[in-house]
């Protein structure tokens, strides 16, 4: 086995959000609309002032609880 993380891009491609480097910056504005489109899915209430972490694992967690993750 290699220590190139370019020889297995899909076990690098993933990281937990607590470990992002710019995990607490303002979300994105990708992620902002899909997580309202999860939210209103779902009747649950928009924050439109997560992190980029927090809206990853919100995002994770609403398409769990939907069926679509």
Do not use: H
């Not at 993380?5 to 910056?25: C, I, M, Y």
């Not at 997580?35 to 009747?43: I, N, Y």
């Amino acid at each position: 086995m290699t220590d190139n993380p370019k020889s297995q891009p899909q076990g690098n491609a993933e990281k937990d959000p607590e470990n992002w480097v710019t995990g607490d910056e303002k979300m994105t504005g990708a992620q902002a609309s899909y997580l309202k489109t999860l939210c209103e899915e779902a009747g649950e209430e928009f924050d439109d002032g997560l992190t980029k972490a927090e809206a990853s694992e919100r995002i994770d967690a609403l398409k769990r609880e939907s069926g679509r993750g």
